[in-house]
């Protein structure tokens, strides 16, 4: 039962860093420590300024180029007439004839309310992928966010490939696990699915589809509504495989037919009269990642050198020494405020363009976090507070606020300019690190903690992530004090 227990669950370790980092209380408060209690307890958002404790993230004026984004699960704001305007998914969806599902990026990746049902079915079969089987109800899937790890520290070592539908639930999970040592393939080749891989308890090239995943309120445990595994004679081609960080992950899927089926801990079963998923063809293009690591290159043309990879968004608590500081990758985000305006932030350019800038605290937050409220009010924005402390110690803010006021709906980077200005936060660049150029939400899906409000100190000589916000605040002051000498 060891590759059960392995590769089926392993989703629900790494998960829970898409929706935010784990760890919510049961009112989406975090339990996570800053190091005093005051700034952890609190889950009410009761205070003078009344209960509407955040900014309206849609409100104001737009231009016809600004794209639509979800307030919520429920709520669409979207460009009307040079205004922002909310839109109910709820009620578009029962007016399409549909069911509400939530609302997020659908399979071409444009922001909109998610509805199943409805529609017009022809234009739904024109779009079908050719298959000879009628009775497919999928046919492929829309790839968000992937990655592929090789796992050595859970028994026999195996690839896992895994690639999510959207950046918030509900959502779709398609996973590939190869073991070698029980008989999967450890080079290129192509694999011809047989009867032990239609199942989980004894497969060694293992492929599922999950579908319709959300996170239970109460135990935050990952749910799934279907799952879905190959047929004999499916086919999965692999054209790269590597154990080394960075190397390339290349696999293609060839007329394969996914079952619906039911996983428990001995046995899988065949739905009777259940759903199948098919794919005609469809390409997996990933690398081999590990914690920390950031799939970039060196950057060239710069004023000032970079220093070499590999890049690691990755280190220590602060007092301790594992893991190691890492080389912070050169990352970007062009649509980053600073002053109330967007100004773009590249880590690359500002430590050639600032050399008198000696530390990055790395701020990371969300709207719906009551933690992170006090850590603003009561530590780092207040008078006398820790910002107000590194004045003339030669230190820069970036401020990442990936969520808005609901856990999972993805913040956009105006909605963190105005999270950070309602605390009256001076300076600091703000982001919602969606358009981060590494391709990924480096700093919001970060290894490191598994709550918020989290910090991180980054030493700008030689861009190693130095500190970590763990159990205690950070020393802020004394961080840049240490710096200043570089």
């Not at 070592?157 to 950046?167: C, G, H, K, N, T």
């Not at 319709?212 to 499916?234: H, K």
């Not at 109330?340 to 709207?367: I, N, Q």
């Not at 598994?450 to 002051?477: C, N």
Request: with cysteine; proline share 5%.
């Amino acid at each position: 039962m060891k590759r059960f227990t392995r590769a089926l669950w392993v989703v629900l370790l790494v998960c829970p860093a898409l929706f935010f980092f784990g760890c919510l209380s049961e009112d989406g408060g975090s339990t996570g420590s800053t190091g005093d209690e005051d700034a952890n307890t609190e889950t009410d958002d009761s205070s003078t300024e009344g209960e509407n404790n955040y900014p309206d993230p849609c409100s104001g004026a737009c231009s016809d180029t600004d794209a639509s984004f979800c307030v919520n699960s429920r709520s669409l704001c979207e460009c009307d007439g040079g205004a922002w305007s909310t839109l109910n998914c709820e009620t578009y969806c029962t007016d399409m004839g549909g069911t509400h599902l939530g609302c997020g990026a659908g399979g071409n990746g444009e922001i909109g309310c998610m509805c199943s049902g409805g529609g017009d079915e022809d234009e739904e079969e024109e779009q079908r992928v050719p298959f000879n089987d009628p009775g497919c109800r999928g046919w492929d899937f829309p790839v968000k966010t992937q990655y592929t790890r090789y796992v050595t520290d859970d028994g026999e070592p195996y690839w896992l490939y895994i690639a999510y539908s959207r950046e918030s639930t509900p959502l779709d999970i398609l996973q590939v696990t190869i073991t070698p040592s029980s008989g999967g393939l450890d080079e290129a080749g192509t694999v011809v699915i047989e009867e032990a891989d239609t199942k989980y308890e004894t497969c060694a090239n293992c492929v599922v589809l999950r579908k319709n995943c959300t996170v239970d309120s109460t135990t935050q445990a990952l749910v799934c509504e279907r799952f879905y595994m190959p047929r004999a004679g499916s086919k999965l081609n692999i054209s790269n495989i590597d154990t080394a960080v960075g190397t390339d992950f290349i696999a293609q899927f060839d007329s394969m037919y996914l079952e619906e089926v039911t996983i428990s801990q001995t046995a899988t079963e065949r739905v009777e009269d259940g759903e199948s998923w098919c794919f005609d063809l469809f390409d997996i293009d990933s690398y081999v990642t590990e914690d920390g690591y950031v799939h970039m290159e060196k950057p060239e043309n710069l004023p000032c050198d970079y220093p070499d990879g590999p890049y690691y968004f990755m280190g220590p608590e602060q007092g301790q020494s594992s893991p190691a500081p890492g080389t912070v990758p050169p990352m970007a985000w062009p649509g980053a405020y600073y002053n109330g305006e967007v100004v773009g932030f590249d880590l690359g350019s500002f430590r050639c363009e600032h050399p008198e800038v000696k530390t990055l605290f790395v701020a990371v937050m969300a709207g719906w976090c009551s933690a992170c409220k006090s850590f603003m009010k009561e530590y780092l924005c207040n008078e006398g507070g820790y910002i107000d402390q590194l004045d003339g110690l030669s230190a820069e803010f970036l401020f990442v606020v990936g969520d808005m006021g609901s856990q999972g709906v993805q913040a956009t980077d105006l909605y963190a300019n105005q999270y950070i200005d309602y605390y009256h936060c001076e300076g600091g660049y703000r982001t919602a690190d969606t358009d981060n150029s590494s391709g990924e939400r480096v700093i919001w899906r970060n290894d490191m903690s598994d709550s918020i409000p989290f910090v991180a100190a980054i030493r700008l000589s030689d861009m190693k992530l130095i500190a970590t916000q763990g159990e205690y605040i950070l020393d802020f002051v004394g961080i840049a004090q240490s710096n200043l000498a570089d």
